[in-house]
């Protein structure tokens, strides 16, 4: 079975820190994703990344950056974390984007900023 | 750009009856698909459908696509407490560049069954 795992289940900062959300999978995949899910929004895409070293901004990339460095592991980081990036992330990976492909994803990560 | 939104935002029944989740979007698809997210964790693929489908069943989940009227669903039949969870639509939102796909979700269903 794929495996997407993400290092942390719950996390709390404070505002102002740099934060590293790290997201590895076993499979091979080309793509990943980091998603924010928050009450009454759904699930809003972050980053994504086809490719090592490559990268596309999904529809809220502001405040946060990605690097994906090994086709295994893919990092989003918030430069500067503030409070209204307090929320679930969720990672993902997929073998390979076309029309027919399903996203596997990891547990989440519960980010509280305080 | 959110593409579906599920109907209802909130579904209880009773364990044994069916459960029936909407989906509509705004614009073409080439594939829709339904996800499952327990309480505070990660989203499961239940099942995709093409844009040239209009129906597909897996085990006790049945999904229907009606391309004119923009719209999906997801029927659980004979439900059971373990069902219990938030259903997401998911369809993608056409090419976005360097040869990919993205895949935009709802906002989801949350499902109780009471046993």
């Known amino acids: 079975d794929v495996k997407v795992t993400q290092s942390s289940r719950y996390l709390v900062k404070r505002t102002g820190e740099k934060v590293f959300l790290e997201c590895v999978q076993d499979m091979d995949h080309e793509n990943m994703f980091w998603y924010r899910q928050d009450p009454g929004l759904g699930l809003r895409l972050i980053y994504f990344?086809?490719?090592?070293?490559?990268?596309e901004k999904g529809d809220i990339p502001e405040g946060y950056s990605v690097s994906r460095e090994k086709k295994e592991r893919f990092s989003l980081i918030l430069e500067s974390a503030s409070t209204n990036q307090t929320s679930m992330y969720l990672c993902?990976?997929?073998?390979?984007?076309?029309?027919?492909?399903?996203?596997?994803f990891g547990s989440g990560t519960q980010l509280s900023v305080l | 750009s959110q593409q579906g939104e599920e109907d209802p935002q909130a579904l209880s029944i009773q364990e044994g009856e069916n459960a029936t989740m909407n989906c509509s979007y705004k614009?073409?698809?080439?594939?829709l698909q339904w996800y499952r997210q327990n309480s505070g964790r990660g989203l499961v693929h239940l099942i995709l459908i093409r844009s040239n489908e209009r129906e597909k069943h897996s085990g006790r989940l049945r999904v229907t696509l009606d391309t004119s009227k923009k719209s999906s669903s997801l029927l659980i039949t004979a439900s059971r407490a373990a069902d219990t969870a938030s259903y997401f639509c998911?369809?993608?939102?056409?090419?976005?560049?360097?040869?990919?796909?993205?895949?935009?979700f709802g906002k989801g269903t949350k499902l109780s069954v009471i046993p």
């Open positions: 998911a369809t993608d939102a056409g090419y976005s560049g360097a040869g990919s796909y993205q895949l935009t």
């Open positions: 614009t073409s698809i080439n594939n």
């Open positions: 990344s086809y490719d090592v070293k490559m990268k």
């Open positions: 993902a990976s997929s073998e390979q984007l076309g029309t027919n492909e399903k996203l596997f």
